[in-house]
């Protein structure tokens, strides 16, 4: 079985670019889920506030966006 995506360049660059970037965005989304088990289970990252994890997790989507957006 093939499965294959088609997209007309340039018009939907948009939709080509969020394809080929979805493993790195589930990647990190795994990440962040892995992450924030051992904060809430074993108290760890050393977050002095729940501010502080959601910055540090915006970091990390910040940067994924941005590298889609290259």
Same mark, same amino acid.
């Given at each position: 079985?093939?499965?294959?995506? $088609?997209?007309?360049?340039?018009?939907?660059?948009?939709?080509?670019?969020?394809?080929?970037?979805?493993?790195?965005?589930?990647?990190?989304?795994?990440?962040?889920?892995?992450?924030?088990?051992?904060? !809430?289970?074993? #108290?760890? #990252? #050393?977050?002095?506030?729940? $501010?502080?994890?959601?910055?540090?997790?915006?970091?990390?989507?910040? $940067?994924?966006?941005?590298? !889609?957006? $290259?």
């Amino acid at each position: 079985m093939k499965a294959i995506l $088609e997209f007309n360049l340039p018009e939907e660059k948009y939709e080509h670019e969020r394809a080929i970037h979805a493993m790195d965005a589930f990647a990190l989304l795994h990440d962040i889920d892995q992450h924030l088990r051992s904060v !809430v289970k074993h #108290g760890e #990252g #050393g977050y002095e506030s729940v $501010e502080d994890l959601a910055t540090n997790i915006r970091n990390q989507i910040s $940067e994924l966006l941005q590298k !889609v957006e $290259e």
